[in-house]
C-alpha cells in the first residue's frame, strides 16, 4: 500500500532547468536576475505594482509591520484561529497581538468581532486567509477606513484565490505570501510582499537591504537598522518556473478539492467555502463535522496512520499557546479545533486515493 503524504509540490523539468541555470549562470552580475524576474512576474500576475521576495512569508510580515511603523505600545488584531507565523511578526516589534474570534463559514476573521476590539492603541487589522478561503475584504476595509487602520493580507495559503475580480494579496495595503514546499506554488522555502503603495514599497526595500536606501553610493553604507530576509537566486528560479504553471497548479488543487467534497457531501459536514463572485484556491481542502455529530479527531487520525494517510489537525487557536492569555470567549475559533481536519491534497494525487482517505473518514463519521 502507497502512503499517501499530505502535500508535496509539483516539481517538473521546468523547475529543474530554470534551478540549474541559476547554479550554472546566476553569479556576479547576474546575482540578482532570476530574483528581479520573479517579482516582476509575480506582480504583475497579481495585478499590484510592487513585489519584494523574501525568504520567509513571516520576514515578509515583519517588514511590512516594520515598514508601516507598528511597535511597541500598538496593538494589532488578527483571528484567533491561525498560524504562530500570522502573530510572531507583531511580537518581535513589541506589538501586541489582539486575538478575535472567526466567522463559522470561512473560518476567517469576523469583522464585527474585529471592530469591537478596536481601541485608541489599534494600528492594523491582518486578515489571514485560511487554507485559501478568502476573508472578507470589503468588510474589513470599510472597519479599517472608519478608524484610520492599515490593513493587511495574510495570504500565505491562498495563492490562486480571487476576491471579485482581485487576486487575494492585492487587495489590502500590503499582502504576503509563502512559498513553503508545502505551498501550491513553492520555492521550497520564501515568502513576497507585495504592495501598490510606493511608500511601503521603498520602506520594506531598505529594510530588506540592511537599512541602505536605494540609491545610496556609499559602499557598505546603512542609513538605518535593518533585516536581511532576502530570496536566493536560485529559489526565484523554481519560483519562476512555478509562476509559468500558475494555472496548472491552482486547477490541480481545485481538482483535488471537488473531488473530496462529491465523495463526502452526504456526511454532517462542510469544507471550503466558495463565495458567490470569488475563487477560492483550495490549498487545503478541510473538513468540518457538524455540531452535534459524532466525532473525535484523534480517531480519524490512528484510522489515517492505521491506513498508511498522514492527516493534518486544525489550527488551534493561537491564544491556547502557552505564550499568550486564553480567549475562550471566541467560543467558534475553540470549537472549530476539535471538529476539523485537513486532508491530503498535493497535486498528482489519484481518485483512487482520495477513495481511500474518504472511506477512512466515512467508516469514523458515518
Known sequence: MSRIHYTKPSITDLEVEFASDAARNGWGSACYAYIERFEREFAAFLGCR??????????????????????AGDEVIVAD??????????TYLGATPIFVDVLPDSW??????????????????????????????????????RHGLLLIEDAAEAFGSIYHDTRAGAFADFGIFSFHGTKTLTTGEGGMFVTSRADLYEKVLTLNNHGRVTGQ???????????????????AAIGCAQL????ELIAGKRRVFETY?????????????EPEGCVNGYWMPTIVIDEGAAFDRQVVLDAFKEDEIDGRVF??????LPMFESRPENAISYSL????LNLPSYHDLTEEEMARVANVIRTVVG
Open 337 to 340: 479545533y476539535r471538529r476539523a
Open 50 to 71: 510592487h513585489a519584494i521576495a523574501t525568504s520567509s512569508c513571516t520576514g515578509a510580515l515583519h517588514l511590512g509591520l516594520a515598514a508601516a511603523g507598528i511597535g
Open 217 to 235: 553610493t556609499k559602499q557598505f553604507w546603512s542609513d538605518i537598522i535593518g533585516y536581511k530576509y532576502k530570496m536566493s537566486n536560485m529559489q
Open 81 to 90: 484561529t491561525n498560524w504562530i507565523a500570522s502573530v510572531a511578526p507583531v
Open 315 to 320: 489550527f488551534w487557536p493561537v491564544s491556547m
Open 261 to 273: 467534497h462529491d465523495l463526502l457531501s452526504d456526511l454532517p459536514l462542510s469544507m471550503n467555502p
Open 244 to 247: 509559468q504553471r500558475a494555472d
Open 108 to 145: 476567517c476573521i469576523d469583522p464585527a468581532a474585529a471592530e469591537a476590539a478596536i481601541t485608541s492603541r489599534t494600528k492594523a487589522i491582518i486578515a489571514v486567509h485560511l487554507y485559501g478561503n478568502l476573508a472578507d475584504l470589503r468588510a474589513l476595509r470599510a472597519v479599517a477606513d
